[in-house]
C-alpha cells in the first residue's frame, strides 16, 4: 500500500509537471534540459558499470543539457546557429581525450558518448523543433505539439494495459517483454486515436489557426506516436535487460529512473518530427 501511494503520488507529479511545462516556452526549457542532463547522467552511470568502459559522466550529460539549450534558443529564434559551436567542440574533445586516457576499449567508450547524444540528448531536443513554428509576427510557440505527442504516449500505456489486462492472449515481444500483448497494443491505438480526434475537434472549435493539420493527419500523428513509442519502450527494456536490470534507476519513487519514464518519448519525439515535416512535402 505504501508503494502503490508513492507510485501515485510521483505519477500526478510528473504528470502535472510535464504539462504544465508546456504553457510557457521558459518552463518547458528548464524542465526539459534538467531531464536531459538527468536522463544522459543516468544512461552513462549505467554503461560505466560494464567492463571496458569509462565514459566522462559529467561531460557528456552536461554537453546534452547544453545542446537542448542550444536547439531551444535557435528553435525560438533568440540564437544564431553558431550557438552550436560549443557543443561541436566538446564532442570533439570527447572523441580526443581517449587518444591520453589510455583505456582498454576506447571504441566502446566512443560508442556510448556518441549512444548517449543520438538516443537522448536529440530527441527531446526536437521538442524544440514540435514547440516552436514560424509566424508572421515572427517566431511562436505552440504547446499543442509536443503536449499532444505526450498525451498519446499516456494513452497509450493506459489502454494498452487495461486492454491487456483484460484481453491479452497473444504476446507481442515475449523475448523483451514478456508482459506486452498485441491485444494490448492493438487497445492502447484504439484509444489513441480516440484522443487525436479529440485533441482535432478541440482545436477546430477553439480556432487555432497556428495548427492545419487535419482530422486524418492528426490520426496520422496519433498511429506513428503509438507505434515509435511502443519501439521506444522495447528499446530501453532491451537496454535493461542487456545490463541485468529491473530499472534504470530510483530518482521517481515507484516509477524507477528518468529513462524509464521517458523511453516511449525518446523514439516517438523524433519520428513526430520527421511525420509532421513530410506532411509539408505533400
Not at 36 to 59: C, D, H, K, M, P
Request: a neutral charge; glycine letters at 8%.
Amino acid at each position: 500500500m505504501k508503494n502503490f501511494i508513492a507510485r501515485t503520488i510521483t505519477g500526478v507529479l510528473f504528470v502535472a509537471c510535464v504539462v504544465a511545462s508546456f504553457f510557457h516556452p521558459l518552463a518547458m526549457t528548464v524542465l526539459f534540459a534538467l531531464v536531459t542532463f538527468l536522463s544522459v547522467w543516468e544512461f552513462s552511470g549505467l554503461v560505466n558499470q560494464r567492463e571496458g568502459v569509462t565514459i566522462n559522466r559529467f561531460i557528456t550529460a552536461t554537453a546534452a543539457c547544453y545542446f537542448y539549450l542550444a536547439m531551444a534558443g535557435f528553435c525560438g529564434g533568440i540564437t544564431p546557429p553558431t550557438v552550436f559551436i560549443p557543443y561541436l567542440i566538446t564532442i570533439v574533445y570527447l572523441l580526443v581525450a581517449e587518444l591520453y586516457a589510455k583505456q582498454t576499449d576506447p571504441v566502446n567508450n566512443w560508442a556510448y558518448t556518441m549512444m548517449s547524444q543520438l538516443y537522448i540528448a536529440l530527441p527531446f531536443s526536437l521538442l524544440n523543433v514540435l514547440a516552436f513554428h514560424s509566424s508572421f509576427e515572427g517566431v511562436a510557440f505552440t504547446s499543442i505539439l509536443p503536449l499532444s505527442v505526450f498525451i498519446f504516449l499516456w494513452v497509450n500505456d493506459t489502454g494498452a494495459y487495461c486492454c491487456g489486462s483484460l484481453l491479452g492472449r497473444h504476446k507481442l515481444f515475449p523475448r523483451i517483454s514478456p508482459g506486452k500483448s498485441w491485444e494490448g497494443s492493438v487497445g492502447g491505438g484504439v484509444f489513441v486515436l480516440v484522443a487525436a480526434a479529440l485533441i482535432w475537434h478541440f482545436i477546430s472549435q477553439n480556432g487555432n489557426s497556428s495548427l492545419q493539420l487535419s482530422l486524418l493527419q492528426w490520426l496520422g500523428l496519433g498511429l506513428t506516436v503509438v507505434v515509435f513509442g511502443t519501439w521506444g519502450d522495447l528499446v530501453e527494456s532491451l537496454f535493461k535487460r542487456t545490463l541485468g536490470i529491473k530499472d534504470s534507476g530510483n530518482i521517481l519513487p515507484g516509477h524507477g529512473g528518468m529513462l524509464d519514464r521517458f523511453d516511449s518519448s525518446l523514439l516517438a519525439i523524433p519520428a513526430a518530427v520527421v511525420y509532421l515535416f513530410t506532411l509539408t512535402l505533400f
